[in-house]
């Protein structure tokens, strides 16, 4: 049960406060350059498939932290350098952890924690919900061998008692959402003063 609840903890880290302007536009370069390779099998790219998770996000009314956490969910992506599709050559690519590291440089755990999670939830999801199972892409079902398949019993309980988990699950379910390649495109700047909201300050 230790070990099963460890998988989920709380990352621990301080934030280098940055102006909320120099993290946007490191934001901005990192999707207007890396991002438009296409999203795993998808025919929509990874700007397209974070665009329309953080319109989805904004749709329902979610927070600023959560519209962020979705549109910056699979960051880990574009920052890894592991290629564009790990997971056809048996990778798992731990890109929910190295995107919530990365992030953890700027923004607090309700932007973090939903994304460190978003691939538990998935788990979550297939183990609770068999319409979400059916949903789930070529890709994603492809990857969920190698993230651990669907949660067990243990496992589902422990991720119930983590911070953020029921945030980390609607992610989840709007990241199936976002990639459908005939959804209008927001340009990614639309999401300017959302992000920026979401930057603690120091003040804050
Ligand atoms: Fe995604």
Not at 45 to 66: C, E, K, T, Y
Request: glycine share 6%.
């Amino acid at each position: 049960m230790d070990l099963v609840k460890s998988k989920f903890e709380p990352m621990i880290v301080t934030i280098t406060h940055t102006s909320p302007h120099a993290v946007w536009t490191q934001l901005l370069d990192i999707y207007e350059t890396r991002a438009l390779n296409p999203y795993g099998l998808s025919l929509i790219n990874q700007r397209a498939h974070a665009v329309q998770s953080g319109h989805h996000a904004q749709q329902q009314g979610l927070s600023d932290a959560l519209i962020t956490a979705a549109l910056l969910h699979d960051i880990g992506h574009m920052v890894h350098g592991l290629g564009e599709h790990p997971a056809a050559e048996g990778i798992d690519d731990q890109h929910e952890v190295i995107g919530a590291h990365w992030l953890a440089q700027y923004f607090g755990p309700a932007v973090c924690e939903p994304v460190r999670l978003h691939v538990a939830a998935k788990r979550y999801l297939c183990a609770v919900d068999p319409a979400y199972r059916g949903r789930l892409s070529r890709d994603s079902i492809e990857s969920l061998t190698l993230q651990g398949g669907p949660m067990n019993e243990a496992e589902r309980a422990a991720f119930e008692q983590t911070p953020y988990w029921q945030d980390a699950v609607a992610l989840r379910r709007i990241d199936e959402q976002a990639k459908d390649p005939n959804a209008p495109t927001l340009a990614f700047t639309a999401f300017h003063d959302v992000v920026l909201r979401a930057v603690p300050t120091p003040e804050r």
